[in-house]
């Protein structure tokens, strides 16, 4: 492993393409994230993203990939991905998100999720636009937005109840935000950071005020599949009045770990499938040709292969809980998705760069600071515990003891 | 082969991005492509791009991916590409261009050659800036420039001499666009879609031109390696003074025909390949994982397998040429590299569309009509002749009976 990924500790810096500037820290949010990459080692531990060496691709994945390059002809697609591909799609996805998916209208494959996520917001966001964002919410996302000149107003997340620690998005500051004009709302489900699942009636509740309000809404469904016992997860799309308005994006780099294909799916109203497949013509033509092929197997007779990786999720989330409880003042809201922990240390009263710089040198633990997925972000940190169990054992115990020190001793 | 692929016919619509408008025509350019598209059948020969089938990528490609995605630890990568990957080709790239290339500070790994296009363009260019792009060229590089806000300044090919049909840059026009106020000058080179390559005097031309006004050139060599017997080619960044004013797009989607990984180099100045780098990774985050890997064998031991290639497709250009000549009104310009051909059809006096349809109708051939390669290419259609030689020969009749047609008779 040669490489120093950085995930999602990506540079955000003054972008001037089409004359839009980043937001007014990009520059030196982008020089201390380099900053703290350039003081990571060979050895450390990456949790920025999922470790696709314990948790590797399907055996199908690679078959699949392989039989697609030797039959040369599969290297070029529409630009709204392979025919082939997309009717074998159609009835798995229309299955999992109950509702009627047509492979023409409705489907676009993208080379990541990332690219639909781009794709769709060029495609719908004008310069100036007001849209809303839950906070704290993936990064990249308001970066983007950002970078397309909209005006981006935080949904922040609230406990579902004062005896809770689950995390629902605030449906009051949402109205608030329709009604002063946002006509586009974008949120990630399960939550990423938090992992955050949002129960049926929060999820009506959006719905019911999108369809009121007149207002297109984007749910990123990435770790969709990654929701741990005892919760339902109810796709947005699938209620009443909210096909014909949301988009929602799906890709098996998380799940399924295929990230090193770079495979993203849109679902989408086909108007803003049209859209969003002129800015991908631009950007990127397609989606990798021959990956596109890996999709054939996904979604289908994999019930027992991903009941087993959500176990094993299950447990690597309370071996995290169990280190991060020895210290009493770390605030912990472990939620019902993903493989991400979203612990609050706001008694630490550091920045947090600060923190991710003393657990990267000192540890040898590269997380994903706080302030990176919007305001209410700050004073955490996230770390993906999708690893190997005894690795990451002995990396939350130094971690552990990096945040003890900090916090009897200050940085120091 | 159940794809319909539309290679270079894709849409040109109205795309809502940062509130820019595509060119006035776009709408109707989409629909009609598409009209066009929804008229070919699954026997329709698509000549709007290379035939990875007759023409096969190398086969260490697919052994160096499956390598890859076996160890999986290669998915995720920094945004600008492996570092592994980048050190590999460093030195093959400085040997190839004949310019220094670091491979941290100058060059950068995108999903497609396309990618780099954009990821470059939408790092340099701001709204309402001036550019200059060569006429015709490739059809993409003007509808990125106008959705990001630019303004484009057409620099028309012309005969060199008047004895001659090698095609190159009016370098009096360059300098008109220059002297305007354009700090951004864009072309392919071996031009798409002509095939001409320019020789070292007017590369120097260029440079010179460049230099006195501080003009940034970015200069897509796609084809560069596809130059044919008896042309030496230049490359623009290798020139006094170029190297920290030239971007230079290269890719093995073409030569090599690894078309099917979408994979593209850009090697740029630090500045230039930082700002596109923070692009890159709002609208793919970066190239496929696994498939950069690819890129470890390429440029390096290969100068008889690329002759060879070359051989085949000049017996195709040949064939081309043959079956063309028999019509004694179409202009033929055939030029000294990639695998198309131009002809020059305005003796029918019909709009390119027109043409497109009754070839893709009448011929069962897919073309490419010449209005998309800018105002200069109206009048004509672009085939990629790289095919199969007996399939090839067959359209080339049919294609010529048809065009044989419409002069005595008209579209009727």
Redesign the interface.
Known sequence: ???????EL???????????D?RADGGSA?LADKALLARTSPTTLDTT?FD??RF??PDW??ER??A????????????QG???VR?CLAGPLTRWLGLDVDPDDNIMLT??T??GL?TVL???????EQVALVDPDYL?SE??LT???AQVTHVPLRRRTEETSELVPDLDRLEDAFRAGVRLFVFSHPNNPTGAVYPREVLDGIAELAVRHDVTVLVDELYGRLVYDGTSFVHLASLAGMRERTVTLLGPSKTE?L????LGVVVAPRRIR??A???L???????????QHVLKGWLVDDVDWVADRIQQLQGLRALTIKHFSQLSWVGLAPQQGTAYLFPDVTALDLPDRAISEAIATRADVLISPGYQFGPSGTGHFRVCYARDEQVWDRALGRIVDVLDDLHRNGAA
């Open positions: 492993m040669n490489d120093r990924t950085h995930a990506g540079p955000s810096g003054r972008i001037q393409a089409a004359g839009i980043n982008r993203h696709t060496v590797p691709a994945a690679a990939f392989a697609a390059a030797r039959d040369g002809a599969l290297a070029y697609t529409t630009y392979s025919d082939d009717g080379p990541g990332q690219a781009f060029a495609g719908l966001v004008d310069q100036g990249f970066r983007i970078f397309l000149g770990s990230s090193g294909y770079r049209e859209a497949e002129d800015v013509s631009l950007t990127a033509l397609r989606a990798p040709g021959y990956a």
